[in-house]
């Protein structure tokens, strides 16, 4: 089991044919992801990576059934692609792309939400169940099938917290890269949830960094509904104030969004935070044996 | 990106939002020329930088007759400017802007931010203007309105009479007059992809105007491609210059106190690295995020960037080769050490594809001052031992 997708989900790629569309696209591919097609409009009716392109994201729904769709295109069309996938059905959008206007992500984000269509990212390197279905750009290899989610709102730190997990002798379910902008789809609050849920699952990972609240949401809910143990990191202990720290969310704005208030929170709810994420996979074997 | 209180007011009066009478200047003479234009009888001389607290540090004055702006312009062009957001280094006072003095009844404080729970611009006012906020929330919130207007359907109606009624605005000509301010200063949020607007004093006049009488703007930086008016009114001057030399490379840097340079690949990574550096004992020198398309060139510009701090007694490369496969970084680095002169010990971690070639190949470099990794925990250790030693 996982959570959201898995080697039976039909894929589309928005911006199939593009440098990195097309990268990624059969990296995917090679990795066992169902992609049936892509969309670049003006290139319908070709052939790229074996796979149908079409004009529109519709017409991809109509002839292949997908229910997930894969955003490359660049910043300045991301809010139309996630919108046009909402009117087209798609379930769920993963958006791979950085530097997309904050407020194209506001509006687009709303009317994917009014049609019922989850969106992660933007941002993001998207989602993998191991050894199923990758849908984005993280190196598959890292990912061992076992019964680790992991949660994060950072590239890197998923490589980093999965290759712990599964050198620990564990592996993964489900990893969920959310992003770190302003606004983002999926976060903590949902995908929780979903993992208390997936039977195969026994521990969550969450990785999180200073601005915004989403992680002290996360700490109520946990408290709450949550059962599994959760093992927490917290980037940006040692942040200054003011600053945005690479990712465009990532800034303590006044004494809101620290690490510290993070970390604190989710002690509370019982979470085993730890300070370093060099210490996440020991305390993976911690909580689980 | 932010700009300059002039620059704001441009902006703001673009859309006629009313605020007093200016003229930015950048030396004492073109102060008094601009003065005598503004006619008086009052005047206020701004030092223009990128900081909030002007004010309280000096840089912000009343002129009562020409001699006093010369005077004032004479003192504030050319200061260094220290204020609780400039850091004790201190802003350098290249811009003034004079102004005409405002008849001023009230204050009030007014401002436009993106709410990222609510995920929609939120209005926030309150009748405690000239006051910092933050303590206002903390001490009073009950004096802090709250108004989020959905972009969809924009500033309606009752937004503004939420606000005029929330600040106890009872005149109906004076309601009108806030609510029509509040009105364009929310159009030109959305029109220009501002990030945020503050106003702290809004000033009431003595006949019931409503006036900008400070304005503070910030953009979003990925909407710049669509706003190059804004673009165009970058000051280069009020930035790091080393964050923006990094910048041009495609790196994101800022400096911290500590004393271990980091390169990391990925924002979040980039966090993780200081904050174990800090929990094994050692201080991070500064965020470096080299992004995911490291290369030669890319390392031997962090390095110098880097290795322009003085403070920096050992570096740590901690990659996590995703897509990059690590022993194109492996031989970035070795590249990148002909490039630069690099004179502390580099602690190099490298882990994931390609990894164990990536490790053979800096062995085989026998490259003096170089130390391999294993893991994230063992290079931060490292990192501290070889800062120590140094």
């Not at chain 1, 992003?179 to 949830?193: H, M, V, W």
């Not at chain 2, 002129?63 to 004479?74: F, H, P, T």
């Amino acid at each position: 089991m996982s959570i959201l997708v898995n080697k039976k989900t039909k894929v589309i790629v928005q911006g199939f044919t593009g440098k990195e569309g097309s990268f990624h696209a059969e990296q995917c591919i090679e990795y066992g992801t169902n992609i049936v097609g892509g969309v670049t409009p003006n290139k319908g009716g070709q052939t790229h990576l074996g796979k149908p392109v079409f004009n529109t994201v519709s017409e991809a729904v109509k002839a292949t059934g997908a229910t997930v769709s894969m955003i490359f295109v660049p910043p300045a069309f991301v809010g139309d692609a996630v919108m046009e996938a909402a009117e087209a059905g798609i379930e769920l959008a993963v958006i791979i792309t950085e530097g997309a206007p904050v407020k194209d992500m506001q509006m687009a984000k709303a009317y994917a939400t009014k049609h019922g269509m989850k969106t992660l990212g933007p941002n993001c390197p998207g989602i993998i169940t191991a050894q199923e279905c990758k849908i984005g750009i993280m190196p598959g290899m890292i990912f061992k099938k076992g019964g680790v989610g992991l949660i994060s709102k950072s590239g890197t730190l998923t490589y980093e917290g999965a290759n712990q997990v599964c050198n620990e002798g564990y592996g993964i379910t489900t990893a969920v890269g959310i992003g770190g902008d302003p606004i983002i789809g999926l976060s903590y609050k949902q995908l929780l949830p979903m993992f208390e849920a997936d039977p195969e699952t026994k521990c969550i990972v969450m990785i999180g960094e200073i601005g915004g609240d989403l992680e002290i949401q996360a700490a109520k809910l946990i408290k709450e509904k949550i059962t599994k143990p959760v093992v927490a990191f917290i980037a940006g202990q040692t942040a200054p104030k003011g600053k945005t720290m690479g990712h465009a969310g990532a800034i303590v704005s006044g004494s809101a969004g620290t690490a510290k208030e993070k970390m604190d929170a989710l002690k509370a709810a019982g979470v085993k935070v730890v300070v370093s994420p060099a210490e996440i996979g020991k305390a993976v074997k911690e909580v689980l044996s | 990106m932010n700009v300059h209180e002039y620059q704001a007011k441009q902006i703001f009066a673009k859309y006629g939002v009313p605020t007093p009478k200016g003229i930015m200047v950048e030396s004492v003479d073109a102060a008094v020329e601009a003065a005598k234009e503004l006619g008086g009888p009052i005047w206020v001389v701004k030092a223009q930088i990128h900081a909030g607290g002007r004010g309280l540090g000096g840089g912000v004055k009343l002129a009562k007759s020409l001699d006093e702006v010369r005077i004032l312009a004479d003192e504030i062009l050319g200061m260094t400017l220290v204020t609780h957001q400039t850091g004790p280094e201190g802003k350098l006072v290249q811009k003034l802007y004079i102004e005409d003095g405002a008849d001023i009844k009230d204050e009030f404080y007014l401002s436009v931010i993106l709410d990222r729970k609510l995920e929609m611009p939120l209005i926030m006012a309150s009748t405690e203007g000239g006051m910092n906020i933050e303590d206002v929330a903390e001490k009073t919130p009950e004096k802090i309105i709250t108004v989020p207007v959905d972009p969809a359907i924009g500033f309606q109606g009752f937004h503004g009479r939420e606000l005029a009624f929330g600040l106890g605005i009872t005149d109906k000509a004076e309601q009108k007059n806030i609510i029509s301010f509040a009105q364009k200063l929310f159009m030109l949020y959305m029109e220009n992809d501002a990030e945020l607007i503050e106003i702290n004093p809004l000033v009431r006049t003595g006949s019931g105007e409503f006036l900008a009488l400070d304005g503070k703007m910030g953009f979003d930086n990925s909407a710049l491609y669509r706003q190059p008016e804004i673009a165009a009114m970058r000051d280069l001057s009020e930035e790091d210059p080393d964050e923006v030399e990094a910048a041009k490379y495609g790196l994101s840097y800022v400096a911290l106190d500590g004393e271990i340079g980091c390169m990391v690949n990925g924002a979040g990574l980039a966090m993780g690295t200081m904050d174990t550096i800090n929990y094994m004992g050692g201080t991070p020198a500064n965020f470096l995020d080299v992004g995911g398309s490291a290369n030669a060139e890319t390392v031997a510009k962090g390095f110098e960037i880097i290795l322009k701090n003085p403070k920096v007694k050992a570096i740590f490369v901690n990659i996590f080769g995703g897509i990059v496969r690590c022993d194109r970084i492996a031989n970035g680095i070795i590249e990148a050490t002909k490039l630069t002169d690099v004179h502390v010990p580099v602690v190099v971690r490298l882990d994931g594809t390609n990894a164990p070639e990536a490790s053979e190949i800096l062995k085989n470099a026998n490259i003096q001052n170089l130390i391999v990794a294993s893991d994230l925990g063992d290079g931060a250790a490292k990192s501290v031992a070889a800062a120590k030693g140094a």
